[in-house]
């Protein structure tokens, strides 16, 4: 019987693949047998070529390209090396994004406080920085007329956070995007290809770390109040989201487009 979650050979590209997410997600789909490519900013080279070295001391196929999910130019010239290199693109996984810290609104400041500019920064690397990536890869998986797209949401996504005002409203509409989308590309190049996208539970990472741990490294208020509302009872680790974007990327999910999958440890089902 045909294994549907088998996706040796495959190339699966992401974007902001450095990070602590980003690391542990690469090496697991190298370890699937996909030829990974990880993009991230030129900042990042370093420790995209050290998770390189890492996957092909294991067997596997990576490599790193600096890019800029702002830039149309670089992103297509991100695509074109791809190409050449690997002859194609079977899956996205868009992990770019992230927040700032002046687009916050603490507990001591109000909406007159919320910095505007940095909103607007957190609002186009989460959407503008996701929209690029998707319209130039997207081109591969047409011509193939197959491939899966997969976005990075947030709990946010799915209800308001308090303090998180910019990040929240901009994961809320990478949800909607990522809705439209399955449909506009399924109704216009067929339903081979697809797109869905994950909402992470709360994991403890270099982003979020100031907001979720004291100076002392104990828990602060904010993350008793969050572990208090997971059934869990604790934070996720960065390899419980490994299976679920497993499965989106695979033709174990040929029939699933247009869905955001909470991996959470039930905080977005549980009430009181």
Known sequence: MENLFDIKGRVAVMTGACGVLGASIVKYFAAQGCKVVLLDLERARQTGENIVSEIKAEGGEAMFLATNVLDPEVV??????????????????????????????????????????????????????????????????????????????????????TRVCGYGMAKSALYSWTQWLAGELAIKFGEGLRVNGIAPGFLLTNQNRSLLTNPDGSLTERSHKIIGHTPFGRFLEPEELLGGLHYLASDASKGVTGTVMAIDGGFNSFSI
């Open 76 to 161: 297509e010239q991100n695509r074109q090396d791809i190409i050449e290199a690997y002859g194609g693109i079977d899956i996205l996984l868009n992990g770019a994004g992230g927040n700032m810290g002046p687009a916050n609104v603490t507990p001591e400041q109000t909406i007159f406080d919320m910095d505007l500019d940095a909103t607007r920064k957190v609002f186009e690397l989460n959407i503008i920085g996701t929209i690029i990536p998707t319209k130039v890869f997207a081109k591969s998986m047409v011509e193939k007329g197959k491939g899966s797209i997969v976005n990075f949401c947030s709990m946010s996504s799915f209800r308001p956070l």
